[in-house]
């Protein structure tokens, strides 16, 4: 039996009595059954139950590993990669780190900063060396970390609510694709406004499982990644969240050059055989770079950004 079978069937799986982000009691709805499944490669073969809250309308892995077993999921490499499609991701997101600097800038234009779920340090770089701000960052993996404290990040591998940082001690807060791994995504928000300053912004990133990826990938959306990803958000479920955390939201965007060719993966792995794949490698990375300017104008795109201040009516 494969290991991740195993401990499946040790109870160390939890499953929600009640919703996990609006708290709503009633039995959730069947959403999707997706194979454990990182961007483009199938990790396992273990398949995992995605539901839809009747309430909010909040997707999440349920039942989910608990805390202990939920690190078997990060496997080395997971911020690896190699080739061209790679190459050319990376040259992207470089551009994209640029221009999440200059929105971070269009409200505070210097200051202390912490990136929440820092990752490879890729997006801190963008304002290492610069004099006007003092860089830090959260990585509980270790590989991420590792590669963090490589370029110079003052980071930590902990939970930020284990930092234990003082109240409004920083003046931006980013969250770069980090509230879908948590387990309780209104927990993070509330501690993450307890440390921004009252002035401060906090800006996070998010997949949009309305988007045009998961209509056409369905179980096999790039971003789909369970049990990694344990919950799925779109507009409407990011602002209710938001809400609830004394957060208002000052700026809403679809950005496409970040994950360039998420469009494309999602199509490709919802094809199986291996020649139909190659003859649609082309027209599909053409789709997935022309259509993803398109589908941010129309805010229908694969991730949104929200840029956010403290509710005043909320103020702490």
Avoid at 61 to 68: E, H, I, L, T
Avoid at 120 to 139: N, P, R
Avoid at 181 to 205: C, F, N, Q, S, W
Avoid at 235 to 248: D, F, S
Wanted: aromatic content about 10%.
């Amino acid at each position: 039996m494969h290991q991740n079978s195993l401990r499946r069937e040790s109870a160390l799986f939890e499953s929600a009595d009640k919703c996990r982000l609006c708290g709503a009691r009633e039995h959730p709805r069947p959403f999707i059954e997706a194979p454990d499944a990182h961007g483009a490669s199938l990790v396992s073969d273990e398949t995992f139950t995605l539901v839809r809250c009747v309430e909010c309308g909040i997707v999440y892995v349920d039942p989910r590993p608990g805390p202990n077993e939920l690190k078997f999921y990060y496997k080395k490499g997971y911020y690896g990669g190699s080739g061209v499609k790679k190459a050319l991701e990376n040259a992207l997101s470089r551009l994209s780190a640029a221009g999440k600097r200059r929105l971070v800038e269009r409200y505070k234009k210097g200051g202390k900063i912490l990136d929440i779920g820092c990752g490879d340090g890729g997006f801190l770089s963008a304002f290492m060396g610069k004099k006007a701000w003092k860089v830090y960052g959260i990585e509980p993996n270790i590989e991420g970390y590792r590669l963090s404290k490589e370029k110079e990040v003052n980071v930590f591998r902990n939970e930020l609510s284990k930092c234990r940082f003082p109240e409004r001690h920083f003046d931006a807060v980013t969250l770069w694709h980090v509230l879908e791994h948590t387990p309780d995504p209104l927990k993070l928000l509330k501690e993450a406004r307890r440390v921004l300053d009252t002035k401060g912004i906090l800006v996070l990133g998010i997949p949009n499982i309305k988007g045009l990826g998961f209509r056409l990938g369905k179980e096999r959306w790039f971003h789909l990644d369970p049990p990694r990803h344990l919950f799925h958000f779109d507009r409407k479920t990011i602002r209710a969240a938001l809400k609830a955390a004394g957060l208002k939201p000052v700026h809403e965007s679809y950005p496409f050059l970040e994950y360039p060719l998420d469009i494309y993966h999602s199509v490709m792995n919802s094809f199986a055989n291996r020649y139909l794949r190659m003859g649609l490698a082309v027209p599909a990375l053409a789709l997935s770079l022309g259509a993803k300017p398109l589908l941010s104008l129309l805010r229908s795109g694969e991730t949104i950004v929200i840029a956010c201040r403290k509710d005043k009516k909320d103020a702490g």
